[in-house]
Nanobody, 122 residues
Framework: QVHVVESGGGLVQAGGSLRLACAVS????????MGWYRQAPGKQRELVAT???????VYADSVKGRFTISRDDAKNTVHLQMHSLKPEDTAVYYC????????????????WGQGTQVTVSS
């Protein structure tokens, strides 16, 4: 089994910073792209940022220049450093990892964490 767990959310004032962490564990053969998504109340889940094993990161236009995604493949973790937070960043943030399990090394599936709440007050 594969488990994805986020942490680091909280309540901050506009202009503040938070660093989210995501740990992937379980029967992992390899991890491909990892990313962060968010969902505000009454809205659909949207992409925040993704990071491949090698290559370019992808950011939503709304967070470019403010958020930075990074990964540590030795620890199977991905982080999201958030600066200059705005009230519109308020959402539940979900970690996503495309993982090949040990029983099916050539087949990747998407795994999601339970989410961590980020609330930005004005």
């Amino acid at each position: 089994q594969v488990h994805v767990v986020e942490s680091g959310g909280g309540l901050v004032q506009a202009g503040g910073s938070l660093r989210l962490a995501c740990a992937v564990s379980g029967s992992i053969y390899s991890i491909n792209v990892m990313g962060w998504y968010r969902q505000a109340p009454g809205k659909q889940r949207e992409l925040v940022a993704t990071i491949p094993v090698v290559g370019n990161t992808v950011y939503a236009d709304s967070v470019k220049g403010r958020f930075t995604i990074s990964r540590d493949d030795a620890k199977n973790t991905v982080h999201l450093q958030m600066h200059s937070l705005k009230p519109e960043d308020t959402a539940v943030y979900y970690c996503n990892a495309r993982v090949a399990g040990t029983m099916s090394p050539g087949l990747y599936g998407d795994y999601w964490g339970q989410g961590t709440q980020v609330t930005v007050s004005s």
